[in-house]
């Protein structure tokens, strides 16, 4: 089959699984227990069904299953790695939509599964650093650990930006086109397949998650999205030792990636656990600045849309216009933030 139409094969084999069984998902959700009952942080106000992340897992893991074998000089074991280790993530954030269960739990599977990636010959080797020998520094035997601190960090980061109707799920999206246009560039075939189909089970559960939604995907689906995608950026990006690969990932996964990093920082410096919720991420923040809930979540779009044409200019090797992107999001957001704050003072006055 023409790698072309392999690749569309793929993103609509999946868009139409995921599809299909995204109302079987709602009824087994309801069946099991996995019900987001209302909460003063959330913005529902009657119980939602969890777990239709397991549409998403089922058009992605159905279609890889069937398209695989397809692909020439295919790395087996890296592939067996990353469906191992999302099927561990997927069960235990099944069983914490339905159990709520601790973070030390939920975090112990997250090494588990990160250690079957390394395990399996997938790894970090090596990141950017203009001032290193060559431009890059190799990490040796640290490669094993920046790997699997890299998998649990952005498992987490797109975890947490579960928070609105559809906005974990358009992200990853994006993130996945993303990143399946430049392993096109980089000629990963592997990757592009896997970012097709992984970009096409978002989209078929997409219309169901948007506001307003009819099903969440609960952990089920925002933990084995943040695994996917970390793990497909190294298989498609980093694994090489092209200098600038570290930093076009960071780039095409930057909104969940700044936003827990700040949101770290946040709990951090006002005394409080880091794993404890709060109603301080960007989608929160834009709410409460007054925006609707469509209107936030297609901003946050635009954004994570921007950051990840600024990682694939990076790669084109077109760093002037990418830093331009990203200085236009930044002057936005800032002017934005800005003109919030006189009004809130010419409020007060």
């Known amino acids: ?17 995921a599809c299909i069984i995204t109302p079987l998902s709602k009824k087994f959700a309801f069946k ?27 058009g992605f893991v159905i279609t890889v299953a069937l398209l695989a074998p397809t692909i020439k000089n295919l790395q087996l074991p890296n592939l067996v790695g990353l469906l191992g280790g999302g099927l561990v993530i997927t069960v235990v954030g099944l069983l914490d939509d339905i159990y709520d269960l601790p973070a030390k739990i939920k975090l112990f ?10 395990a399996t010959g997938t790894s970090i080797q090596a990141f950017s650093w203009p001032w290193a020998p060559g431009g890059v520094i190799l990490l040796g035997s640290f490669s094993n650990i920046v790997t699997i601190v890299w998998i649990i960090g952005v498992t987490n980061a797109v975890n947490l930006m579960d928070g609105l109707d559809g906005l974990a799920t358009g992200i990853s999206s994006i993130a996945a086109l993303c990143l399946m246009f430049i392993s096109i560039l980089n000629g990963e075939p592997t990757a592009v397949l ?3 189909a992984l970009a096409g089970s978002c989209l078929g559960f997409l219309p169901h998650n948007f506001n307003p939604a009819t099903i969440f995907m609960g952990d089920t689906g925002s ?3 943040g695994f996917t995608l970390s793990v497909i950026s190294i298989q498609g990006l980093i694994k090489s030792y092209t200098a600038i690969t570290i930093i076009v990932a960071v780039l095409i996964l930057g909104l969940p990636i700044f936003d827990t990093f700040f949101a770290i920082l946040r709990r951090v410096a006002n005394g409080k656990p880091v794993m404890q919720a709060d109603r301080g991420h960007l989608h929160h923040r834009l709410m409460d600045r ?11 779009y635009g954004v994570s849309g921007g950051f990840g044409i600024a990682g694939i200019l990076i790669a084109m090797d077109d760093i002037k216009l990418a830093l331009i992107i990203i200085a236009i999001i930044v002057t ?8 919030k704050h006189i009004k809130v003072n010419n409020k007060r006055q």
């Not at 089959?1 to 699984?17: C, K, R």
């Not at 599977?109 to 390394?118: G, K, Y």
């Not at 936005?332 to 003109?339: E, G, K, L, Y």
């Open 109 to 118: 599977f997250q090494i588990l599964s990160a250690l079957i990636v390394v």
């Open 290 to 300: 007054g925006y609707s809930h469509r209107r936030a979540v297609l901003t946050l």
């Open 194 to 196: 896997l970012t097709a």
């Open 32 to 58: 099991v227990g996995a019900v987001d009952m209302p909460k003063a942080r959330g913005i529902h106000t009657k119980p939602m069904p969890l777990a239709g992340g397991t549409a998403i897992v089922a």
């Open 1 to 17: 089959m023409n790698s072309n139409l392999l690749y569309i094969v793929a993103f609509v084999m999946a868009f139409v699984t």
């Open 332 to 339: 936005v957001w800032f002017a934005d933030f800005i003109s």
């Open 223 to 225: 933990t084995f999205l």
